[in-house]
């Protein structure tokens, strides 16, 4: 699908990624202020950002693939990852998982249609002995229930 963004939002990106483009490092920073303003680097945004920086698509792609912090998708208002890794798995963490699609209306590793949320399954969060964790917004919720997590969503 053919992501839509303000022509204004897109000026004002562009009249930043100029001024990036005159810097040695400037790539990175722009493509980490097109994450911020975007919620993601999707393909049309990395023209935009090749445009200026006279850099290959591949080259932008290829950057945004290897770094964990950049989605070539644009996310969610709301950003929920819910561990399945082993631990958080015998802990019904896949019960969760079906929660919050539920609730979010969005299937895992994917954002609703209304951008307002994004689920991402994660893979071991680092805090076994507190699973099953689930990350709302970048803070990590453990020993998460179902009524947990529901009662969570319902305060976004
Ligand atoms: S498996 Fe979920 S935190 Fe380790």
């Given amino acids: 699908m053919k992501n839509k963004f303000l022509p204004e939002q897109l000026?004002?990106?562009?009249?930043?990624?100029?001024?990036?483009?005159?810097?040695?490092?400037?790539?990175?920073?722009?493509?980490?202020?097109?994450?911020?303003?975007?919620?993601g680097v999707p393909v049309e945004i990395q023209r935009v950002i090749g445009k200026h920086h006279d850099a290959s698509i591949s080259k932008i792609s290829g950057i945004v693939t290897f770094?964990?912090?950049?989605?070539?998708d644009?996310?969610?208002?709301?950003?929920?990852?819910?561990?399945v890794g082993t631990t958080c798995y015998v802990q019904e963490a896949n019960d969760i998982l079906k929660k919050v699609c539920e609730i979010t209306k969005c299937e895992p590793n994917s954002t609703s249609r209304n951008k307002e949320f994004s689920v991402v399954i994660g893979r071991c969060l680092g805090k076994c002995e507190l699973a099953p964790n689930v990350i709302i917004n970048h803070k990590t919720h453990n020993k998460v229930t179902i009524d947990k997590v529901t009662e969570l969503l319902k305060g976004i």
């Fill in 67 to 72: 770094y964990d912090y950049f989605t070539s």
């Fill in 74 to 83: 644009i996310q969610g208002k709301n950003i929920i990852e819910v561990c």
């Fill in 11 to 39: 000026a004002e990106f562009e009249k930043s990624i100029a001024e990036n483009a005159k810097d040695q490092a400037g790539l990175l920073k722009s493509i980490h202020l097109a994450q911020k303003v975007f919620g």
